[in-house]
C-alpha cells in the first residue's frame, strides 16, 4: 500500500472527526478528495482534499469532478453521492459511525483521527505487527510506516540495559548487603512506582501544555521547571510532617483530584486562555503544575525515611532506593512515549496514578512491617 493513500485516509480520518465535532453527522457531504496517482510532484503522488463546514451542493461536487478530468492520470476518491471504485478513504467518509470503529481495526495500518491526546500523524504501524516484524529489513517504501516505532522499541530496551548496567548492577558487587535487605519486594513496588508515575505525569503534562504555550521548547521550559521547583519544595515540607501514617493517603487524593483536573480541566481552562499574552499563559502554566510538584515531591523522602529504618544497613538501603527510583525514570521516559501512541495521553496520566497508589500500597506494608518491629 503507497505511503500517500495512507496518509490521505488519515487526513480525511481526522476531518471526519473534526466535522463531526462541530456537529456534522454526514461527512460525505462535507469532503471530497481527489489524487494523482503518478509522480506528481518531487516523485511524491499528490492528493486534495477540500472540507468545507456547510454542505458542498450537488452543482459544487459535479464542477469538482469534472475538473478533475482535466488534470491527467487524477483519480476521484470521494465526492459525495458520486460513483467511485472502493478504496479506504470513500470507506472512511462513506462508513456509518456505529461501523467507523470497526474498520479502523480492521484496516492494515493506523489511521484513526490525529487529536491533542494521540498527535502520532505518522504513527501508522501498530506495534504488534512492529515487534513482530522487528528484525525484517524494511522496504524503501516503509521509511515513514515503521522506522519511529522501531527507534522506540529500541530505545526503550537501549534504556533498560543502561539504566540497570549504571544504577543495579553495582550492588553486584555488594550482593551479601544488598541479600540482606528485608522487604525488598515492596521498596521495588514503592519506589518504582514513584519513577514510573512521575515521569508519566511529566510527559503528559509537557503534551498538555504545549498547543497552550505555542512551542515545544515552551512547554519543556515551564514543565519542568515547576515540577523540580516544587518537588524541591514538597520534600522540604515533608520533614515538617509527623504523622505520615495520615499524610500519605491524604497526598494519593489529591493525586487523584488533579488527575481528574487534568482530564477535564485543564483542556476548557488553556483553551479558553488561548488568546492571552504569552506571560500570562506561562504563569498559568507554572500554577496548575506547581500542586502536583508539591505532591509527589514528598514521596521520596517520606519513602527513604521509612525504609532508612528498616535492616541494618540503612545507608545501603537508601541508595537502593535511588537506584530502582532512577532506574523506573529514565526506562519510563521511553515507555511513556510508546504508551502514549497506543493508548493516548490521557492513560498515560491514569496509569501515571495507578502507579502511585501501587506505591501507597507498598509504602503502607512496609510501616506495618516498621511497626511489627
Known sequence: MRRSSVKTTRFVATARQA???????DPSRHILVVTNPSNFVASIPLSTILVKRTAFTPAEIAGFAGA?????????????????????????????????????????????????????????????????????????????????????????????????????????????????????GLSVLFFAGVGFGFIFFEITLLQLLNLFLGFPTYSLTITLMSLLVF??????????????????PGLLAVLAALVLFYLFGLGPLTSALLGTPLALRIVVAFAVIAPLGLCVGMFMPVGLGRISHLGEFPRQYVAWGW???????????????????????????????????????????????????
Open 19 to 25: 466535522l463531526a465535532n462541530l456537529g456534522v453527522s
Open 68 to 184: 478533475t478530468k482535466a488534470v491527467p492520470h487524477t483519480v476521484v476518491l470521494s465526492a459525495g453521492a458520486l460513483p467511485v471504485k472502493p478504496n479506504p478513504v470513500n470507506s472512511v467518509v462513506q462508513t456509518s459511525d456505529a461501523k467507523l470503529g470497526a474498520f479502523y481495526a480492521a484496516y492494515p495500518f493506523n489511521i484513526t483521527p490525529t487529536t491533542d491526546n494521540d498527535p502520532y500523524f505518522y504513527h501508522f504501524a501498530r506495534y504488534g505487527s512492529v515487534a513482530s516484524n522487528f528484525f525484517h529489513s524494511l522496504g524503501s517504501g516503509d521509511r515513514e510506516n515503521a522506522v519511529g516505532e522501531r527507534v522506540l522499541i529500541l530505545l526503550l530496551a537501549l534504556s533498560v540495559i543502561a539504566a540497570a548496567a549504571m544504577l543495579l548492577l553495582p550492588f553486584v558487587l555488594m550482593r551479601e548487603v544488598w541479600s540482606g535487605l528485608p522487604r525488598k
Open 231 to 248: 518537588t524541591g519544595v514538597g520534600a522540604l515540607a515533608s520533614q515538617r510532617v509527623k504523622d505520615h501514617a495520615r499524610v500519605i
Open 323 to 373: 537506584a530502582v527510583n532512577g532506574f523506573a525514570s529514565v526506562v519510563g521516559s521511553a515507555l511513556a512515549a510508546i504508551l502514549a501512541e497506543i493508548v493516548g495521553f490521557d492513560w498515560v496520566l491514569v496509569l501515571g496514578f495507578a502507579c502511585y497508589v501501587l506505591a501507597v500500597g507498598a509504602w503502607m506494608r512496609l510501616s506495618r512491617t516498621l511497626e511489627r518491629a
